[in-house]
C-alpha cells in the first residue's frame, strides 16, 4: 500500500481487505483452495458441472465400464437439445427440415419431422392435466390453419398435436403457441411428456381431490428446470383424482392416485396421493404400488427426486431398456425409494393397502354425453372425435360453444375426444344440436365410445398399417351388427411401440406387416390381443390371432364380440 491514501481511504482499503481474508479462512468464493487445486490434467477430466452435470457423470460411468452410449446420449453431450434453437430458425429460414441427430434435437422443441410418411412437421403440444380455455383452443385452430393441415389430433394422453407443418413454418408455430400461453417445450425426445390429470377435475362429483393444481405445479416445475430436460428416455407422470373419468395413471413411469387414508396408520387422515410406479404397457406391464403415499402438496418435490434418481441410474446404452420399469426390475422399489428419500432429505410415509379405503370407480361412458356436475345446475358434455379427428372448423365451432354455452373451457381426454363444461341444465339440449350441426356428436355406441387409434401410416414412419382408418372400418362394420350392452375398448396401434396402448384393451390391434405370398410381399394388418383392461380390472391382453389383414380385421373382430356375447358368463362380464 505505497499509495498516499487519505485517513478515510486507508482506513476503507484495510477493513476491505480484512474482509477478504476472513471471507477466504471461511472458504469463500475466492479461498486460496481453488488456485492450490492441481489442475486436472489427461483422463482425469473436470468433474460436469452445470444443470446437465448429472446426466454427464451417467454417461461417463456407463463408458467407463467399457459400453457404448446410444446415439441419442452422445446428440444429447455434444449440443443439448435445448439449445439447437437457434440453428432451428436458421433452418427455418432456409426452409430446410433437420437431417441426422438435428431431427432427434428439434423434438426438444416439441417439433417432428416426420418424413418419409409425410415431408413436414407434427407439432406436440402441452396441455397440462389435458385443459385448456376456448381462445387457446380456437388459436390452435387458427395455428393449425395458418402453417398446419387444417386439422389437429386429440392424443391418448389428452393433448393435441398439429401436422403437415412446413420447414418454413416450424418456429412460427413454437412462437403462436407461446403467445398463446402454450407451449410445445420437452413434448418429445428423452423429455418428461405432457401431465395428465382428471379431465373432470373440479367439477366431478365422486372425485377426492381437484387434480389440477397439483398437475399444473408439476407442468411448470418440469418447464423452468433444465436438469429435467434430457432423461435417459421418455418419462410419464399422471395425476388421478378418482373421478368418473380416470386419468390411466398406472399406465405411467409415475402415477399419483388421490386415496383416502384412514385414522390410526400413524399419519393424518384424509386424501394423500399413493404413489405407484413403472407403467408402460407396451412393455407389458402396468405401475405398482409401493406402499408410499404422499401430501398432494409435496408431489412435485417426490416426482423431482424419482426423476433425478432415473437420471442418475436410467440406462443410456440399450434404448429398449431405458425407462423407469428397468430401473425397477434392477433394483425392486425399496432401494428405488431409498435412493428417493436420499434426494428428498425426508422419509417417504408408508401405509398398508388395508390403510386405503376403496377407491370410487370410473365410469367408462362418463366421457360421452350429458353428466351433471358437482356444481348445481351444471353439466358436462362429451363430444365424440373421429378418432381424435379435428378439423379447424369444428375446432373454432367447438370454442365458440365452450364460450357462449359452457364456462369457456374445454377438456381433453385420454380416450381422444374432448369435454365441454360448466353447461346450464337449460343450454344442454341447444349445446347438443350445436354440436350435431358441427359434424360431430354427442353420443357413441358402446363401440365408438372406447375406440382409440394412434396416429398409423398417415403420419408415422413406425407405422405398419393405417389405425385411423382400420379402427372407423371395424366401429362402422360392427355397430351395424352387434349390439353391445356394455361398453367395449378397442385399441388400435400401428406398432410394438403403443402410443394406443394395444395391451390394456378389451380388443388391441397392434400393426403388422401380414405377408401374401413366399416373395417376400406384405400387406397392411394386425395381431389381435383381447382381454386386457385398466384401473381395478387392470389386466394386460393375450394374443389371440396374428396375421389378420385390415380389410379382414372388421369381420374378425365382429366374430370375436359375438363370441363373447354367447359365451360369457352374465351380463356384467367383461372380456378381461
Ligand atoms: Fe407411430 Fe407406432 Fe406410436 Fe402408432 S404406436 S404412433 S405407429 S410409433
Not at 474482509?19 to 475466492?30: D, P, V
Not at 381462445?135 to 395458418?146: I, K, S
Not at 347438443?432 to 353420443?443: I, N, P, W, Y
Request: net charge negative; proline share 5%.
Amino acid at each position: 500500500m505505497g499509495t498516499d491514501f487519505a485517513p478515510e481511504q486507508k482506513r476503507y482499503l484495510e477493513g476491505f481487505v480484512a474482509g477478504l481474508a476472513a471471507t477466504r479462512a471461511a472458504g469463500g468464493l475466492n479461498a486460496a483452495p481453488a488456485a492450490a487445486k492441481p489442475a486436472a490434467t489427461g483422463a482425469a477430466a473436470a468433474e460436469p458441472a452445470g444443470p446437465d452435470a448429472a446426466a454427464h457423470r451417467a454417461m461417463a460411468r456407463f463408458e467407463a465400464q467399457g459400453r457404448k452410449l446410444a446415439n441419442e446420449e452422445k446428440a444429447k453431450r455434444e449440443e443439448f437439445g435445448l439449445d439447437s434453437y437457434g440453428r432451428m430458425k436458421q433452418h427455418a429460414r432456409d426452409a430446410a427440415f433437420p437431417k441426422g441427430v438435428d431431427v432427434f434435437r428439434w423434438k426438444f422443441h416439441g417439433l417432428f419431422y416426420v418424413a418419409p410418411t409425410q415431408d413436414s412437421y407434427m407439432c406436440r403440444l402441452r396441455i397440462p392435466n389435458g385443459i385448456l380455455k376456448y381462445w387457446q383452443f380456437a388459436g390452435v385452430a387458427d395455428l393449425a390453419a395458418q402453417h398446419g393441415g387444417g386439422y389437429s389430433h386429440v392424443t391418448t394422453r389428452a393433448n393435441l398435436q398439429m401436422r403437415e407443418i412446413p420447414a418454413t413454418d416450424g418456429p412460427a408455430v413454437l412462437e403462436g403457441l407461446i403467445g398463446l400461453g402454450l407451449t410445445a417445450r420437452g413434448s418429445g425426445a428423452d423429455n418428461i411428456r405432457n401431465v395428465t390429470g382428471g379431465p373432470t377435475a373440479g367439477i366431478d362429483p365422486q372425485e377426492l381431490i381437484d387434480t389440477r393444481p397439483f398437475a399444473l405445479d408439476w407442468h411448470h416445475h418440469i418447464l423452468a428446470d433444465r436438469s429435467l430436460y434430457g432423461l435417459p428416455r421418455k418419462f410419464n407422470v399422471a395425476f388421478d383424482g378418482g373421478g368418473r373419468i380416470g386419468a390411466l395413471e398406472d399406465t405411467n413411469d409415475i402415477g399419483f392416485q388421490a386415496v383416502e387414508v384412514a385414522d390410526g396408520h400413524g399419519v393424518e387422515p384424509g386424501v394423500w396421493f399413493r404413489v405407484v410406479l413403472g407403467g408402460i404397457t407396451g412393455h407389458m406391464d402396468f405401475a405398482r404400488d409401493t406402499g408410499v403415499i404422499v401430501k398432494p402438496e409435496q408431489a412435485s418435490d417426490v416426482a423431482d427426486a424419482m426423476v433425478r434418481v432415473f437420471i442418475d441410474h436410467g440406462d443410456r446404452t440399450d434404448r429398449k431398456k431405458a425407462r423407469l420399469k428397468y430401473v425397477l426390475d434392477a433394483f425392486g422399489f425399496e432401494k428405488f425409494l431409498a435412493l428417493t428419500e436420499e434426494k428428498l432429505g425426508w422419509s417417504l410415509p408408508r401405509v398398508p393397502a388395508s390403510a386405503v379405503a376403496p377407491r370410487p370407480e370410473p365410469d367408462r361412458l362418463a366421457h360421452i354425453g350429458v353428466h351433471r356436475q358437482k356444481q348445481a345446475g351444471l353439466n358436462w358434455v362429451g363430444v365424440v372425435l373421429p378418432t381424435g379427428r379435428m378439423s379447424v372448423e369444428q375446432m373454432h365451432g367447438l370454442a365458440r360453444l365452450a364460450r357462449d354455452l359452457g364456462d369457456g373451457e374445454i377438456r381433453l381426454t385420454v380416450w381422444q375426444n374432448l369435454i365441454l363444461s360448466g353447461v346450464p341444465d337449460d343450454k344442454v339440449a341447444l349445446m347438443e344440436a350445436a354440436v350435431e350441426a358441427l359434424g360431430l356428436s354427442t353420443k357413441a355406441t358402446a363401440i365408438r365410445a372406447g375406440l382409440v387409434a394412434c396416429t398409423g401410416s398417415m403420419g408415422c414412419r413406425f407405422a405398419n398399417a393405417d389405425t385411423k382408418g382400420a379402427a372407423e372400418a371395424i366401429a362402422r362394420h360392427c355397430e351395424e351388427r352387434v349390439a353391445l350392452d356394455l361398453p367395449v375398448n378397442i385399441h388400435v396401434t400401428g406398432c410394438p411401440h403403443s402410443c394406443a396402448q394395444h395391451y390394456i384393451g378389451d380388443i388391441g390391434l397392434v400393426g403388422a406387416r401380414v405377408p401374401v405370398n413366399e416373395d417376400g410381399d406384405t400387406v397392411d394388418g394386425f395381431h389381435l390381443v383381447v382381454g386386457g383392461g385398466f384401473g381395478s380390472d387392470a389386466a394386460i391382453a393375450r394374443e389371440l390371432y396374428r396375421d389378420v389383414k385390415t380389410t379382414e380385421a372388421p369381420v374378425v373382430v365382429e366374430g370375436l364380440l359375438r363370441a363373447w356375447l354367447a359365451h360369457r358368463a352374465d351380463g356384467a362380464e367383461t372380456l378381461a
